[in-house]
């Protein structure tokens, strides 16, 4: 009795802390400057501003369910692929979402 009591207590603030999403300060805007479009295309070389948009809007709804949008800005490449690999499969990103939201984040990285 006890047990089942604690597990629904438990499961409650499970929900509630996935339920509890605040809302993301990401700017609404849709132009990519000329330097992100650079900086993302050096390491996916013709990647247009429209799939970078693509990703943009993947990454700030899949890597926002469970916590906030995280700073990818302030983020160093390495950085960005130390957190990406360990949040790759929470995200179930498939190969082409992958690729997409790789090619948006690296425009915005720290140089
Ligand atoms: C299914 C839920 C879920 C999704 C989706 C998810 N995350 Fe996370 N994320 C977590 C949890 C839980 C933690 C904290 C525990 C951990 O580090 O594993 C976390 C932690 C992080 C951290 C570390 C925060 C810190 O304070 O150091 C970063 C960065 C991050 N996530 C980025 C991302 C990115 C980028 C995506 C999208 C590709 C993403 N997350 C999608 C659940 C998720």
Redesign the pocket.
């Known amino acids: 009795m006890k047990r089942t009591l604690v597990l629904s207590l438990m499961a409650a603030l499970i929900g509630f802390a996935c339920g509890v999403k605040k809302s993301t300060t990401a700017s609404v805007s849709t132009g990519f400057s000329a330097e992100q479009i650079k900086q993302a295309e050096t390491r996916f070389p013709g990647v247009s501003s429209a799939e970078l948009a693509e990703g943009k809007k993947l990454?700030e709804s899949?890597?926002s369910?469970?916590?906030e949008l995280?700073h990818?800005e302030k983020m160093s490449q390495s950085r960005w692929a130390h957190?990406?690999a360990?949040?790759?499969g929470?995200?179930q990103?498939n190969f082409a979402e992958d690729r997409l939201?790789n090619a948006y984040v690296s425009g915005i990285l720290v140089p």
Request: glycine share 0%; net charge positive.
């Open positions: 990454y899949r890597c369910s469970c916590h995280p990818a957190e990406y360990s949040m790759k929470k995200a990103l939201v």
